[in-house]
């Protein structure tokens, strides 16, 4: 009863009405191959499936194909019971469950949507939320597959069937006699979004232990502290990771150690809607950064599952794969 209602960040509002198409994943590619069958999403609410691409790039390519609202659902094909065992008896998605995120293009620029290439600080000038290049014009939102479901059935037997495109278009509810079909639909789909945009405060939690050595230079050890839900894994055990260095720093330093070079550790804010604490953090902190800071170790979802994975900078390959 406590959870947030569905939605993705920093979606545009709105209240659309149209015909409904299923476009697959929502890449370029699906977009063109709607458009060779014939199909055109023009004024459309389009329906995809996670997966892919980011889903800020699912409104994005459907935004420019002119369509008036995108709706985005987990198939089980991909995030469900077609995988494994689903919560609570297994790791995969339930079928009312949703996804939230963000539907920035943080391929445009990360942070603050409003300020791009300087900090977001009280008092700094901000753009209009229309003339930002990093939010998309056409509301959003996100769905299970049991609420997918009505909406594909109610697809089927208009316009192209999925398998015609590419067997690839075709998801995992064909186990509850789903058909995959491309529309439109011939009942119309009202898509209402109410976003409440607003400037609030974000708080960063800096913590610093300086060098003994070489004080100036810096190694930065950071993760994100907000979730779309419990974040027991993204961010909570990164979290927890990061409270247990620094009480053992803390321990070490009572017995008179000190690090050659500082050490900061640093929990964001604002993370999941688009790297905002971090990326504000830095473009306030840029000409120290670009100077001194030596590193960067991010500890974000630092405990999922049972096998250990690590990705790096080309010049750390040696130290991951000594």
């Not at 109410?194 to 232990?209: E, L, M, S």
Request: proline share 7%.
């Amino acid at each position: 009863p406590n959870n947030l209602p569905a939605f993705l960040g920093l979606s545009a509002s709105g209240n659309v009405t149209g015909q409904l198409v299923y476009a697959n994943y929502g890449t370029l590619d699906d977009f063109r191959a709607l458009k060779a069958a014939g199909v055109s999403i023009k004024d459309k609410v389009v329906l995809v499936r996670y997966g892919g691409i980011l889903r800020g790039l699912k409104v994005h390519g459907a935004e420019r194909a002119g369509a008036r609202g995108v709706l985005i659902y987990s198939d089980p094909a991909d995030d469900g019971y077609c995988i494994g065992k689903v919560y609570p008896n297994g790791p995969w998605r339930p079928e009312s469950s949703f996804q939230r995120g963000s539907v920035s293009l943080i391929q445009v620029y990360p942070g603050d949507p409003l300020t791009p290439g300087h900090p977001a600080t009280k008092d700094a000038p901000r753009l209009d939320p229309k003339d930002a290049k990093s939010l998309n014009g056409i509301p959003s939102l996100p769905l299970s597959y049991r609420d997918a479901e009505p909406l594909l059935r109610a697809l089927v037997g208009h316009g192209k069937n999925a398998s015609e495109i590419s067997d690839s278009w075709v998801g995992g509810l064909t186990s509850r006699g789903v058909e995959y079909w491309t529309g439109p639909s011939a009942l119309s789909v009202n898509l209402l979004n109410h976003v409440d945009f607003k400037t609030t405060p974000i708080q960063n939690v800096i913590g610093r232990i300086t060098g003994s050595e070489e004080p100036e230079r810096a190694i930065i050890i950071g993760n994100h502290r907000d979730a779309w839900c419990a974040g027991a894994s993204d961010p909570s055990s990164g979290s927890a990771v990061l409270l247990e260095l620094a009480r053992a720093f803390g321990e070490l330093m009572k017995l008179g150690w000190r690090p050659r070079r500082t050490i900061i550790l640093a929990s964001w804010d604002a993370e999941e809607y688009s790297l905002v604490g971090s990326t504000e953090w830095v473009e306030d902190n840029i000409d120290w950064i670009r100077a001194d800071v030596v590193a960067y170790v991010n500890v974000d979802a630092a405990v999922m599952g049972s096998e250990f994975g690590a990705s790096a900078s080309p010049i750390f390959k040696d130290l991951l794969f000594a």
